[in-house]
């Protein structure tokens, strides 16, 4: 007993004399001591060689988050050269399984429904977004229904988006509307840079993320949802946008529910746009409900589902958001880098003006959708543009049923997300020489490896809407691939080839003074974007030039 008080005794009294916040801390910290000793040496010593291998990580639940976070491809390229094509990491406690190339392209992005299921993925995602009771939130008798509905061409529609999806590519992506969205669009970028305060005078600098950003918004709503709808867009729409955008946050995939100011932000937007539309749908409700016009709304109002029930008005609001971000959240992102390319290299951008004078004469007539097919490097200066810059680097899918990978010993368990990376492989030398660099002559008819991307992008199928390539083979898939491909494809090379070409016309761009190569890239949102703010110089071209 001596010897035990005489141990004892100081300990118990250094104890008591602490206090209870001290003795809390270090409680914490020996659990969170034991907690990574345990998840390092889970990872040592219990390897399951049926999955693909765990990039090790400290720290359970977090696990690689932040590294995958910061940039998403360094940690992919990091991760492929130390595991291969096929590897598992941890995000915000779930397993996720990348496969990367065109393989692992062809695996997650052609999966099928019953074994990689996309809706549970981005259903906490999308439903504060877009609204209530469509895209992913739909109860499961209404979605069954709707899964039951016939496509325009006999087939059954696979997703309760789908009905919307069918009036819109049939209202708003068909060829004729393609045509006429072009003369919509140059007049919008014209007026816009009319009235913006940065674009003033002959010549100076602006903020390319903002400009773009408020300019595309413009844009996709005159041409996609019509006169009314842009009529009540201003500036502060912009914003609104930025803000209900920033809902896609990778956090909300846990905590979309969370009380943090990005989604306070989020959610007024959502209803303030809600508002706008519905004050348009209860006037024209209150006018009788006669059609006067042709445009987004209107052929929504007039949607039915299979039992007769008209879609509710609150229904085609959010409809009308998610649409919205459809036809203008790339076509933001992309058009921003395509300035900021531009103007670290002005000899591209007089090659690009002095083909519009080459093929339409001089002055330069108003574009058409004619005219653009006849202009092959500003349409490369798109497509490179989406190669480098893809603004979505992850497409995730929830593992449904065990999921074998042909050609390895790895099965992929239902407790798995799995994550295709398309832009990891537009970026590899094996597919585009000189990867890292933005050359648009690499698109030149002829040029190395080109015809070969043809020949593998040639594959087509039709989920339900339309045949689309299927794709998943090709290493230049910036719409992603499969039933779940973007439907918006043929509009944002429409809008962006306009939009590029009309910005040609009026501009001459360059970095400013010391400057060289292009900003970073913003990983905060699922959707990848420049770094803002991104500043350039302009010089307007002369009036006989622009005719």
């Not at 915000?92 to 992005?109: D, P, R």
């Not at 087509?460 to 083979?473: E, H, Q, R, T």
């Not at 803002?532 to 110089?537: C, K, T």
Request: with cysteine.
């Amino acid at each position: 007993m001596g010897l035990l008080a005489t141990v004892v005794g100081p300990l118990g009294d250094q104890l008591t004399n602490r206090s209870t916040a001290a003795i809390t801390l270090a409680g914490f910290a020996t659990f969170v001591a034991l907690a990574i000793l345990l998840n390092v040496l889970r990872q040592l010593l219990f390897k399951n060689p049926t999955e693909p291998p765990l990039v090790f990580h400290w720290v359970p639940f977090i696990g690689s988050t932040i590294s995958y976070g910061i940039d998403p491809y360094v940690f992919f390229f990091n991760c492929r050269e130390k595991y291969g094509d096929i590897f598992t990491f941890v995000l915000l406690g779930k397993k996720t399984t990348v496969f990367l190339g065109t393989k692992g392209n062809e695996f997650i992005l052609n999966g099928k429904l019953k074994d990689a299921n996309a809706e549970e993925i981005y259903s906490p995602l999308t439903t504060p977004v877009f609204g209530t009771g469509v895209v992913y939130d739909c109860p499961n008798a209404k979605l069954m229904e709707q899964k039951k509905v016939k496509s325009y061409t006999g087939r059954p529609i696979e997703s309760g988006f789908r009905l919307t999806i069918l009036q819109f590519v049939k209202f708003g992506l068909t060829s004729e509307s393609l045509r006429s969205y072009v003369p919509l669009i140059e007049n919008e970028v014209i007026e816009f840079v009319k009235r913006v305060p940065s674009l003033q005078g002959a010549k100076g600098t602006f903020n390319v993320p903002a400009v773009m950003a408020e300019m595309t918004i413009y844009t996709a709503s005159r041409s996609l949802q019509g006169k009314e709808v842009r009529s009540k867009f201003d500036s502060s729409f912009a914003d609104l946008y930025h803000d209900l955008d920033m809902g896609f946050s990778p956090i909300n995939f846990m905590l979309p529910w969370a009380p943090l100011p990005h989604n306070k932000k989020r959610d007024y937007a959502q209803k303030k746009m809600a508002q706008t539309y519905t004050e348009i749908i209860k006037a024209r409700r209150e006018a009788g409900g006669e059609k006067d016009s042709d445009d987004m709304i209107w052929n929504l109002m007039t949607c039915v589902y299979k039992d007769g029930t008209p879609v509710p008005d609150v229904e085609v609001a959010h409809m009308m958001i998610a649409l919205l971000m459809a036809g203008q959240h790339s076509s933001s992102s992309v058009s921003t880098w395509i300035m900021l390319r531009l103007a670290t290299r002005p000899d591209i951008l007089e090659e690009l003006y002095q083909e519009q004078l080459s093929v339409l004469g001089s002055p330069l007539p108003s574009l058409t959708y004619d005219s653009l097919q006849n202009l092959p490097l500003n349409a490369q200066v798109v497509k490179e543009t989406l190669r480098i810059h893809a603004p979505i680097h992850s497409m995730m899918r929830k593992v449904t049923n065990p999921l074998p990978v042909e050609g390895t010993p790895y099965t992929i368990p239902p407790s798995h997300v799995l994550l295709a990376a398309p832009g990891v492989t537009s970026k590899v030398e094996e597919h585009f020489p000189n990867a890292v660099e933005w050359e648009p002559h690499r698109w030149d008819p002829g040029a190395a490896g080109m015809n070969k991307l043809q020949e593998e992008d040639d594959d087509k199928i039709d989920y339900g809407y339309g045949l689309v390539s299927k794709g998943a083979n090709s290493p230049y898939l910036p719409f992603g691939a499969g039933r779940h491909r973007c439907i918006g494809e043929a509009f944002a090379y429409v809008q962006l080839g306009t939009i590029t070409a009309t910005m040609v016309r009026l501009f001459r761009l360059r970095n400013l003074e010391g400057v060289v190569g292009v900003v970073g890239t913003d990983y905060s949102s699922l959707f990848s974007r420049p770094l803002n703010p991104a500043v350039v110089q302009w010089e307007k071209r002369e009036p006989e030039e622009k005719s």
